[in-house]
């Protein structure tokens, strides 16, 4: 089984920063990808920003230019690091795993975390 634990959220004025992190019970590279998602009230899930095994990212045109995904491997945790945030950022976010075994998708969730930026 797959952990995810999310940490990082909290308030923040706007044009402020947070770094968001995701640390997984067992070696990242074991993960075909992973990604930051988020959700805000009465709205959908969507997705925020991704990195594939191989390092290749991609971002919501939304986030582009202000969030930036990375990752740590000895330590086993994605980051988001979240600059110049606004109020449209206010959404609870979500770290996911997936995993691509003989054709079946398997993706984890984390708990979330909860970004409230205030105008």
């Known amino acids: 089984q797959v952990q995810l634990v999310e940490s990082g959220g909290g308030l923040v004025q706007a044009g402020g920063s947070l770094r968001l992190s995701c640390a997984a019970s067992?070696?990242?590279?074991?993960?075909?990808?992973m990604g930051w998602y988020r959700q805000a009230p009465g709205k959908q899930r969507e997705s925020v920003a991704t990195?594939?095994?191989?390092?290749?990212?991609n971002y919501t045109d939304s986030v582009k230019g202000r969030f930036t995904i990375s990752r740590d491997n000895a330590k086993n945790t994605v980051y988001l690091q979240m600059n110049s945030l606004k109020p449209e950022d206010t959404a609870v976010y979500y770290c996911?795993?997936?995993?691509?075994?003989?054709?079946?998708?398997?993706?984890?969730w984390g708990q979330g975390t909860q970004v409230t930026v205030s105008s």
């Open positions: 996911k795993a997936t995993i691509v075994v003989v054709g079946w998708t398997n993706d984890y």
């Open positions: 067992r070696n990242i590279f074991s993960f075909n990808a």
């Open positions: 990195m594939a095994s191989g390092g290749r990212t």
